[in-house]
């Protein structure tokens, strides 16, 4: 995406406070604790990153849809909108405003059956329920919590301007790449601008690969102490991947979740 990043709305209106984003949690940290709401998110994320790839979307797509879901969710409690409703819908519409083009209706539906029941059957034991005017009506919530700032600046880009300066190199690239992935299962793309997660992540793929590039990243005029933290928040994911075990976990997560009441029966 090009265009100015400092003036766009995400710079404006969607760098978040990190007090902000607890005080606006405090009604789902009242029922689940901080992990438990953090594997949450990171489940959600890989369902949106799961549909995405049958969907055959960039990984552009799937990182806007995701930002989209962990905005959504930084404004209103997850009792607001089923998050497994409000995934497709974010995709819905990523892909839009993304240009990769409309998803068939139909499509986005039978593709969300298909994966609820044959990758996350270890979560829902029953099928996707929901249907195409769910989604409708939830793309039109979606797009009020998010003001329609529909924009998203991610660290791609930056990133491969960074690995260019550095002297191009593949592994370096590929390793930072799926690190900027995982990030999207922390909440540093609501706390920080993409191009300090973009050298966040490089320089934790540094750390493993062992090169050192403590000269080149010295050089660099940002604010040091941000890019630790972001360094912080993606090593903290790693140490709670070890012990997650998400299939036998899951269920009992999502039933504890906080959710909406059923609308009523006509």
């Known amino acids: 995406m090009a265009g100015n990043f400092w003036q766009s709305s995400h710079n404006q209106q969607w760098i978040l406070d990190k007090q902000d984003l607890v005080r606006e949690r405090q009604h789902d940290l009242a029922i689940l604790t901080d992990e438990e709401y953090q594997k949450i998110f990171i489940f959600f994320s890989s369902v949106i990153q799961t549909l995405g790839e049958q969907l055959k979307l960039r990984q552009q797509v799937i990182a806007t849809a995701t930002v989209y879901f962990?905005?959504?969710y930084a404004r209103n409690s997850l009792k607001c909108i089923d998050p497994l409703l409000l995934a497709p819908t974010c995709i819905f519409l990523a892909s839009k405003v993304e240009e990769f083009g409309v998803i068939s209706n139909t499509r986005l539906i039978s593709t969300c059956q298909t994966v609820i029941k044959n990758k996350f059957g270890y979560a829902y034991s029953q099928e996707?329920?929901?249907r195409t005017n769910h989604i409708l009506e939830c793309e039109f919530y979606l797009l009020e919590s998010l003001d329609c700032c529909l924009i998203v600046y991610q660290p791609y880009r930056p990133l491969l301007q960074l690995v260019?300066?550095?002297?191009?190199e593949e592994q370096l690239l590929t390793l930072a790449w799926r690190i900027v992935n995982d990030s999207l299962r922390t909440d540093v793309c609501l706390l920080y601008p993409p191009y300090q997660i973009a050298i966040g992540c490089l320089g934790i793929a540094c750390v493993i690969l062992?090169?050192?590039?403590k000269t080149w990243?010295?050089?660099l005029n940002v604010d040091?102490?941000?890019?630790?933290?972001i360094g912080k928040n993606i090593m903290n994911l790693f140490e709670l991947?070890?012990?997650y075990d998400e299939k036998k976990e899951i269920q009992g997560l999502l039933g504890k979740m906080p959710k909406p009441k059923p609308p009523p029966q006509r």
Do not use: C, M, S, V
């Open 70 to 72: 962990k905005r959504f």
């Open 128 to 130: 996707f329920p929901y």
């Open 164 to 168: 260019q300066d550095i002297g191009h």
């Open 210 to 213: 062992q090169k050192d590039q």
């Open 217 to 219: 990243f010295a050089e």
């Open 224 to 229: 040091l102490e941000k890019i630790q933290e």
């Open 241 to 243: 991947w070890k012990t």
